[in-house]
């Protein structure tokens, strides 16, 4: 579950909220490329969706490379998003029609796990019956979210994000909610049902799945964190989710970079998005690189 956690966390904020936490250890962080053209320079910095105050501040690199940019170019700007809309959307996309239910869908013995899951965080099968299976993962996924050390109140996103309201800089969406949202619901309902019954089975291990890919972030360790998830790659369709959640995100994104590097404004840009997508090819680097471009591995 470890890369389909990495994708998913920025969309659990939004729809759960936040909750605080802490830690007693403090690391600095990783993840930071830059690429220039001419007069004009772009810092790519992969983020992690989930933090604690003892996160912050990050690695002086990574704090300099932000403190340089004219425009901040996040996944999307969750500091502008109106929350009762975008929850309202996301109700309708997560709701069966009439008189089908999740029961109707799911193994028995996959239901009746689901049950026991939900029992132990306070909750009746009864409440959530008629959600789809995306909505039902990304529910397990907050149960485990709440068990651990961590808060997407403190995500390295949102840090950045604050800032740059404070220090009033010029702020671009590299995607929007909806379009995520439009993606993550979009998948056909085998392949739905599919991850759901794989975060079922594998709900007990997501906390230590979070802790590794925290410490992998934390520690800068790319190739660990690129390499993370393997096993997943046994789910039938797994290539058909990554090449949606990673592969053509990767590319639009990088497609929007490639403007901002011919364009050659003269400015300095701080891209900061999930750290998959600058690890998992085809990435956001290799794309750039692909495109000619020399992308310098700072941290």
């Known amino acids: 579950m470890r890369k389909i956690l990495i994708t998913l966390i920025i969309i659990i904020t939004v729809l759960f909220g936040c909750q605080n936490s802490a830690t007693e250890e403090r690391n600095d962080g990783g993840f930071l ?17 989930v933090g604690n105050e003892d996160f912050f501040p990050l690695n002086e690199q990574i704090e300099d490379a932000y403190e340089e940019s004219d425009v901040v170019l996040p996944e999307i700007n969750l500091n502008e998003l109106d929350v009762m809309e975008s929850q309202s959307l996301m109700m309708d996309l997560a709701m069966y029609e009439e008189g089908q239910t999740l029961a109707d869908d799911l193994t028995e ?13 306070d909750m009746g099968i009864e409440m959530v019956q008629q959600f789809k299976p995306w909505f039902m993962e990304m529910l ?24 740059a309201d404070e ?12 379009d995520q949202l439009m993606v993550l619901s979009g998948f056909s309902e085998e392949l739905q049902l599919e991850m759901l019954e794989d975060a079922i089975l594998n709900y007990d291990e997501m906390v230590e799945d979070l802790d590794e890919i925290t410490a992998y972030w934390l520690n800068g360790a790319t190739d660990e964190l690129s390499a993370s998830g393997e096993d997943e790659e046994s789910i039938e369709g797994y290539e058909e989710y990554m090449e949606e959640m990673n592969t053509n995100r990767n590319i639009g994104m990088a497609d ?9 404004s003269g400015q300095t840009y701080f891209v900061f998005v999930g750290a998959m997508h600058m690890v998992e090819d085809p990435s956001i680097v290799s794309l750039i690189e692909e495109d000619g471009y020399k992308v310098e591995h700072i941290y």
């Open 33 to 49: 490329w830059k690429v220039e053209n001419e007069d004009t320079t772009v810092y790519l910095q992969g983020t992690i969706h």
């Open 256 to 264: 929007t970079i490639l403007e901002i590097l011919t364009e050659d």
């Open 167 to 178: 220090d009033e800089k010029e702020i671009r969406e590299l995607e929007t909610y909806e």
């Open 109 to 121: 013995d996959t239901f009746v796990a689901l049950e026991e899951i939900l029992k132990e965080n």
């Open 140 to 163: 397990l996924m907050q149960f485990a979210l709440e068990e651990s050390e961590y808060s997407p109140e403190y995500a390295v996103d949102q840090y950045f994000l604050d800032r």
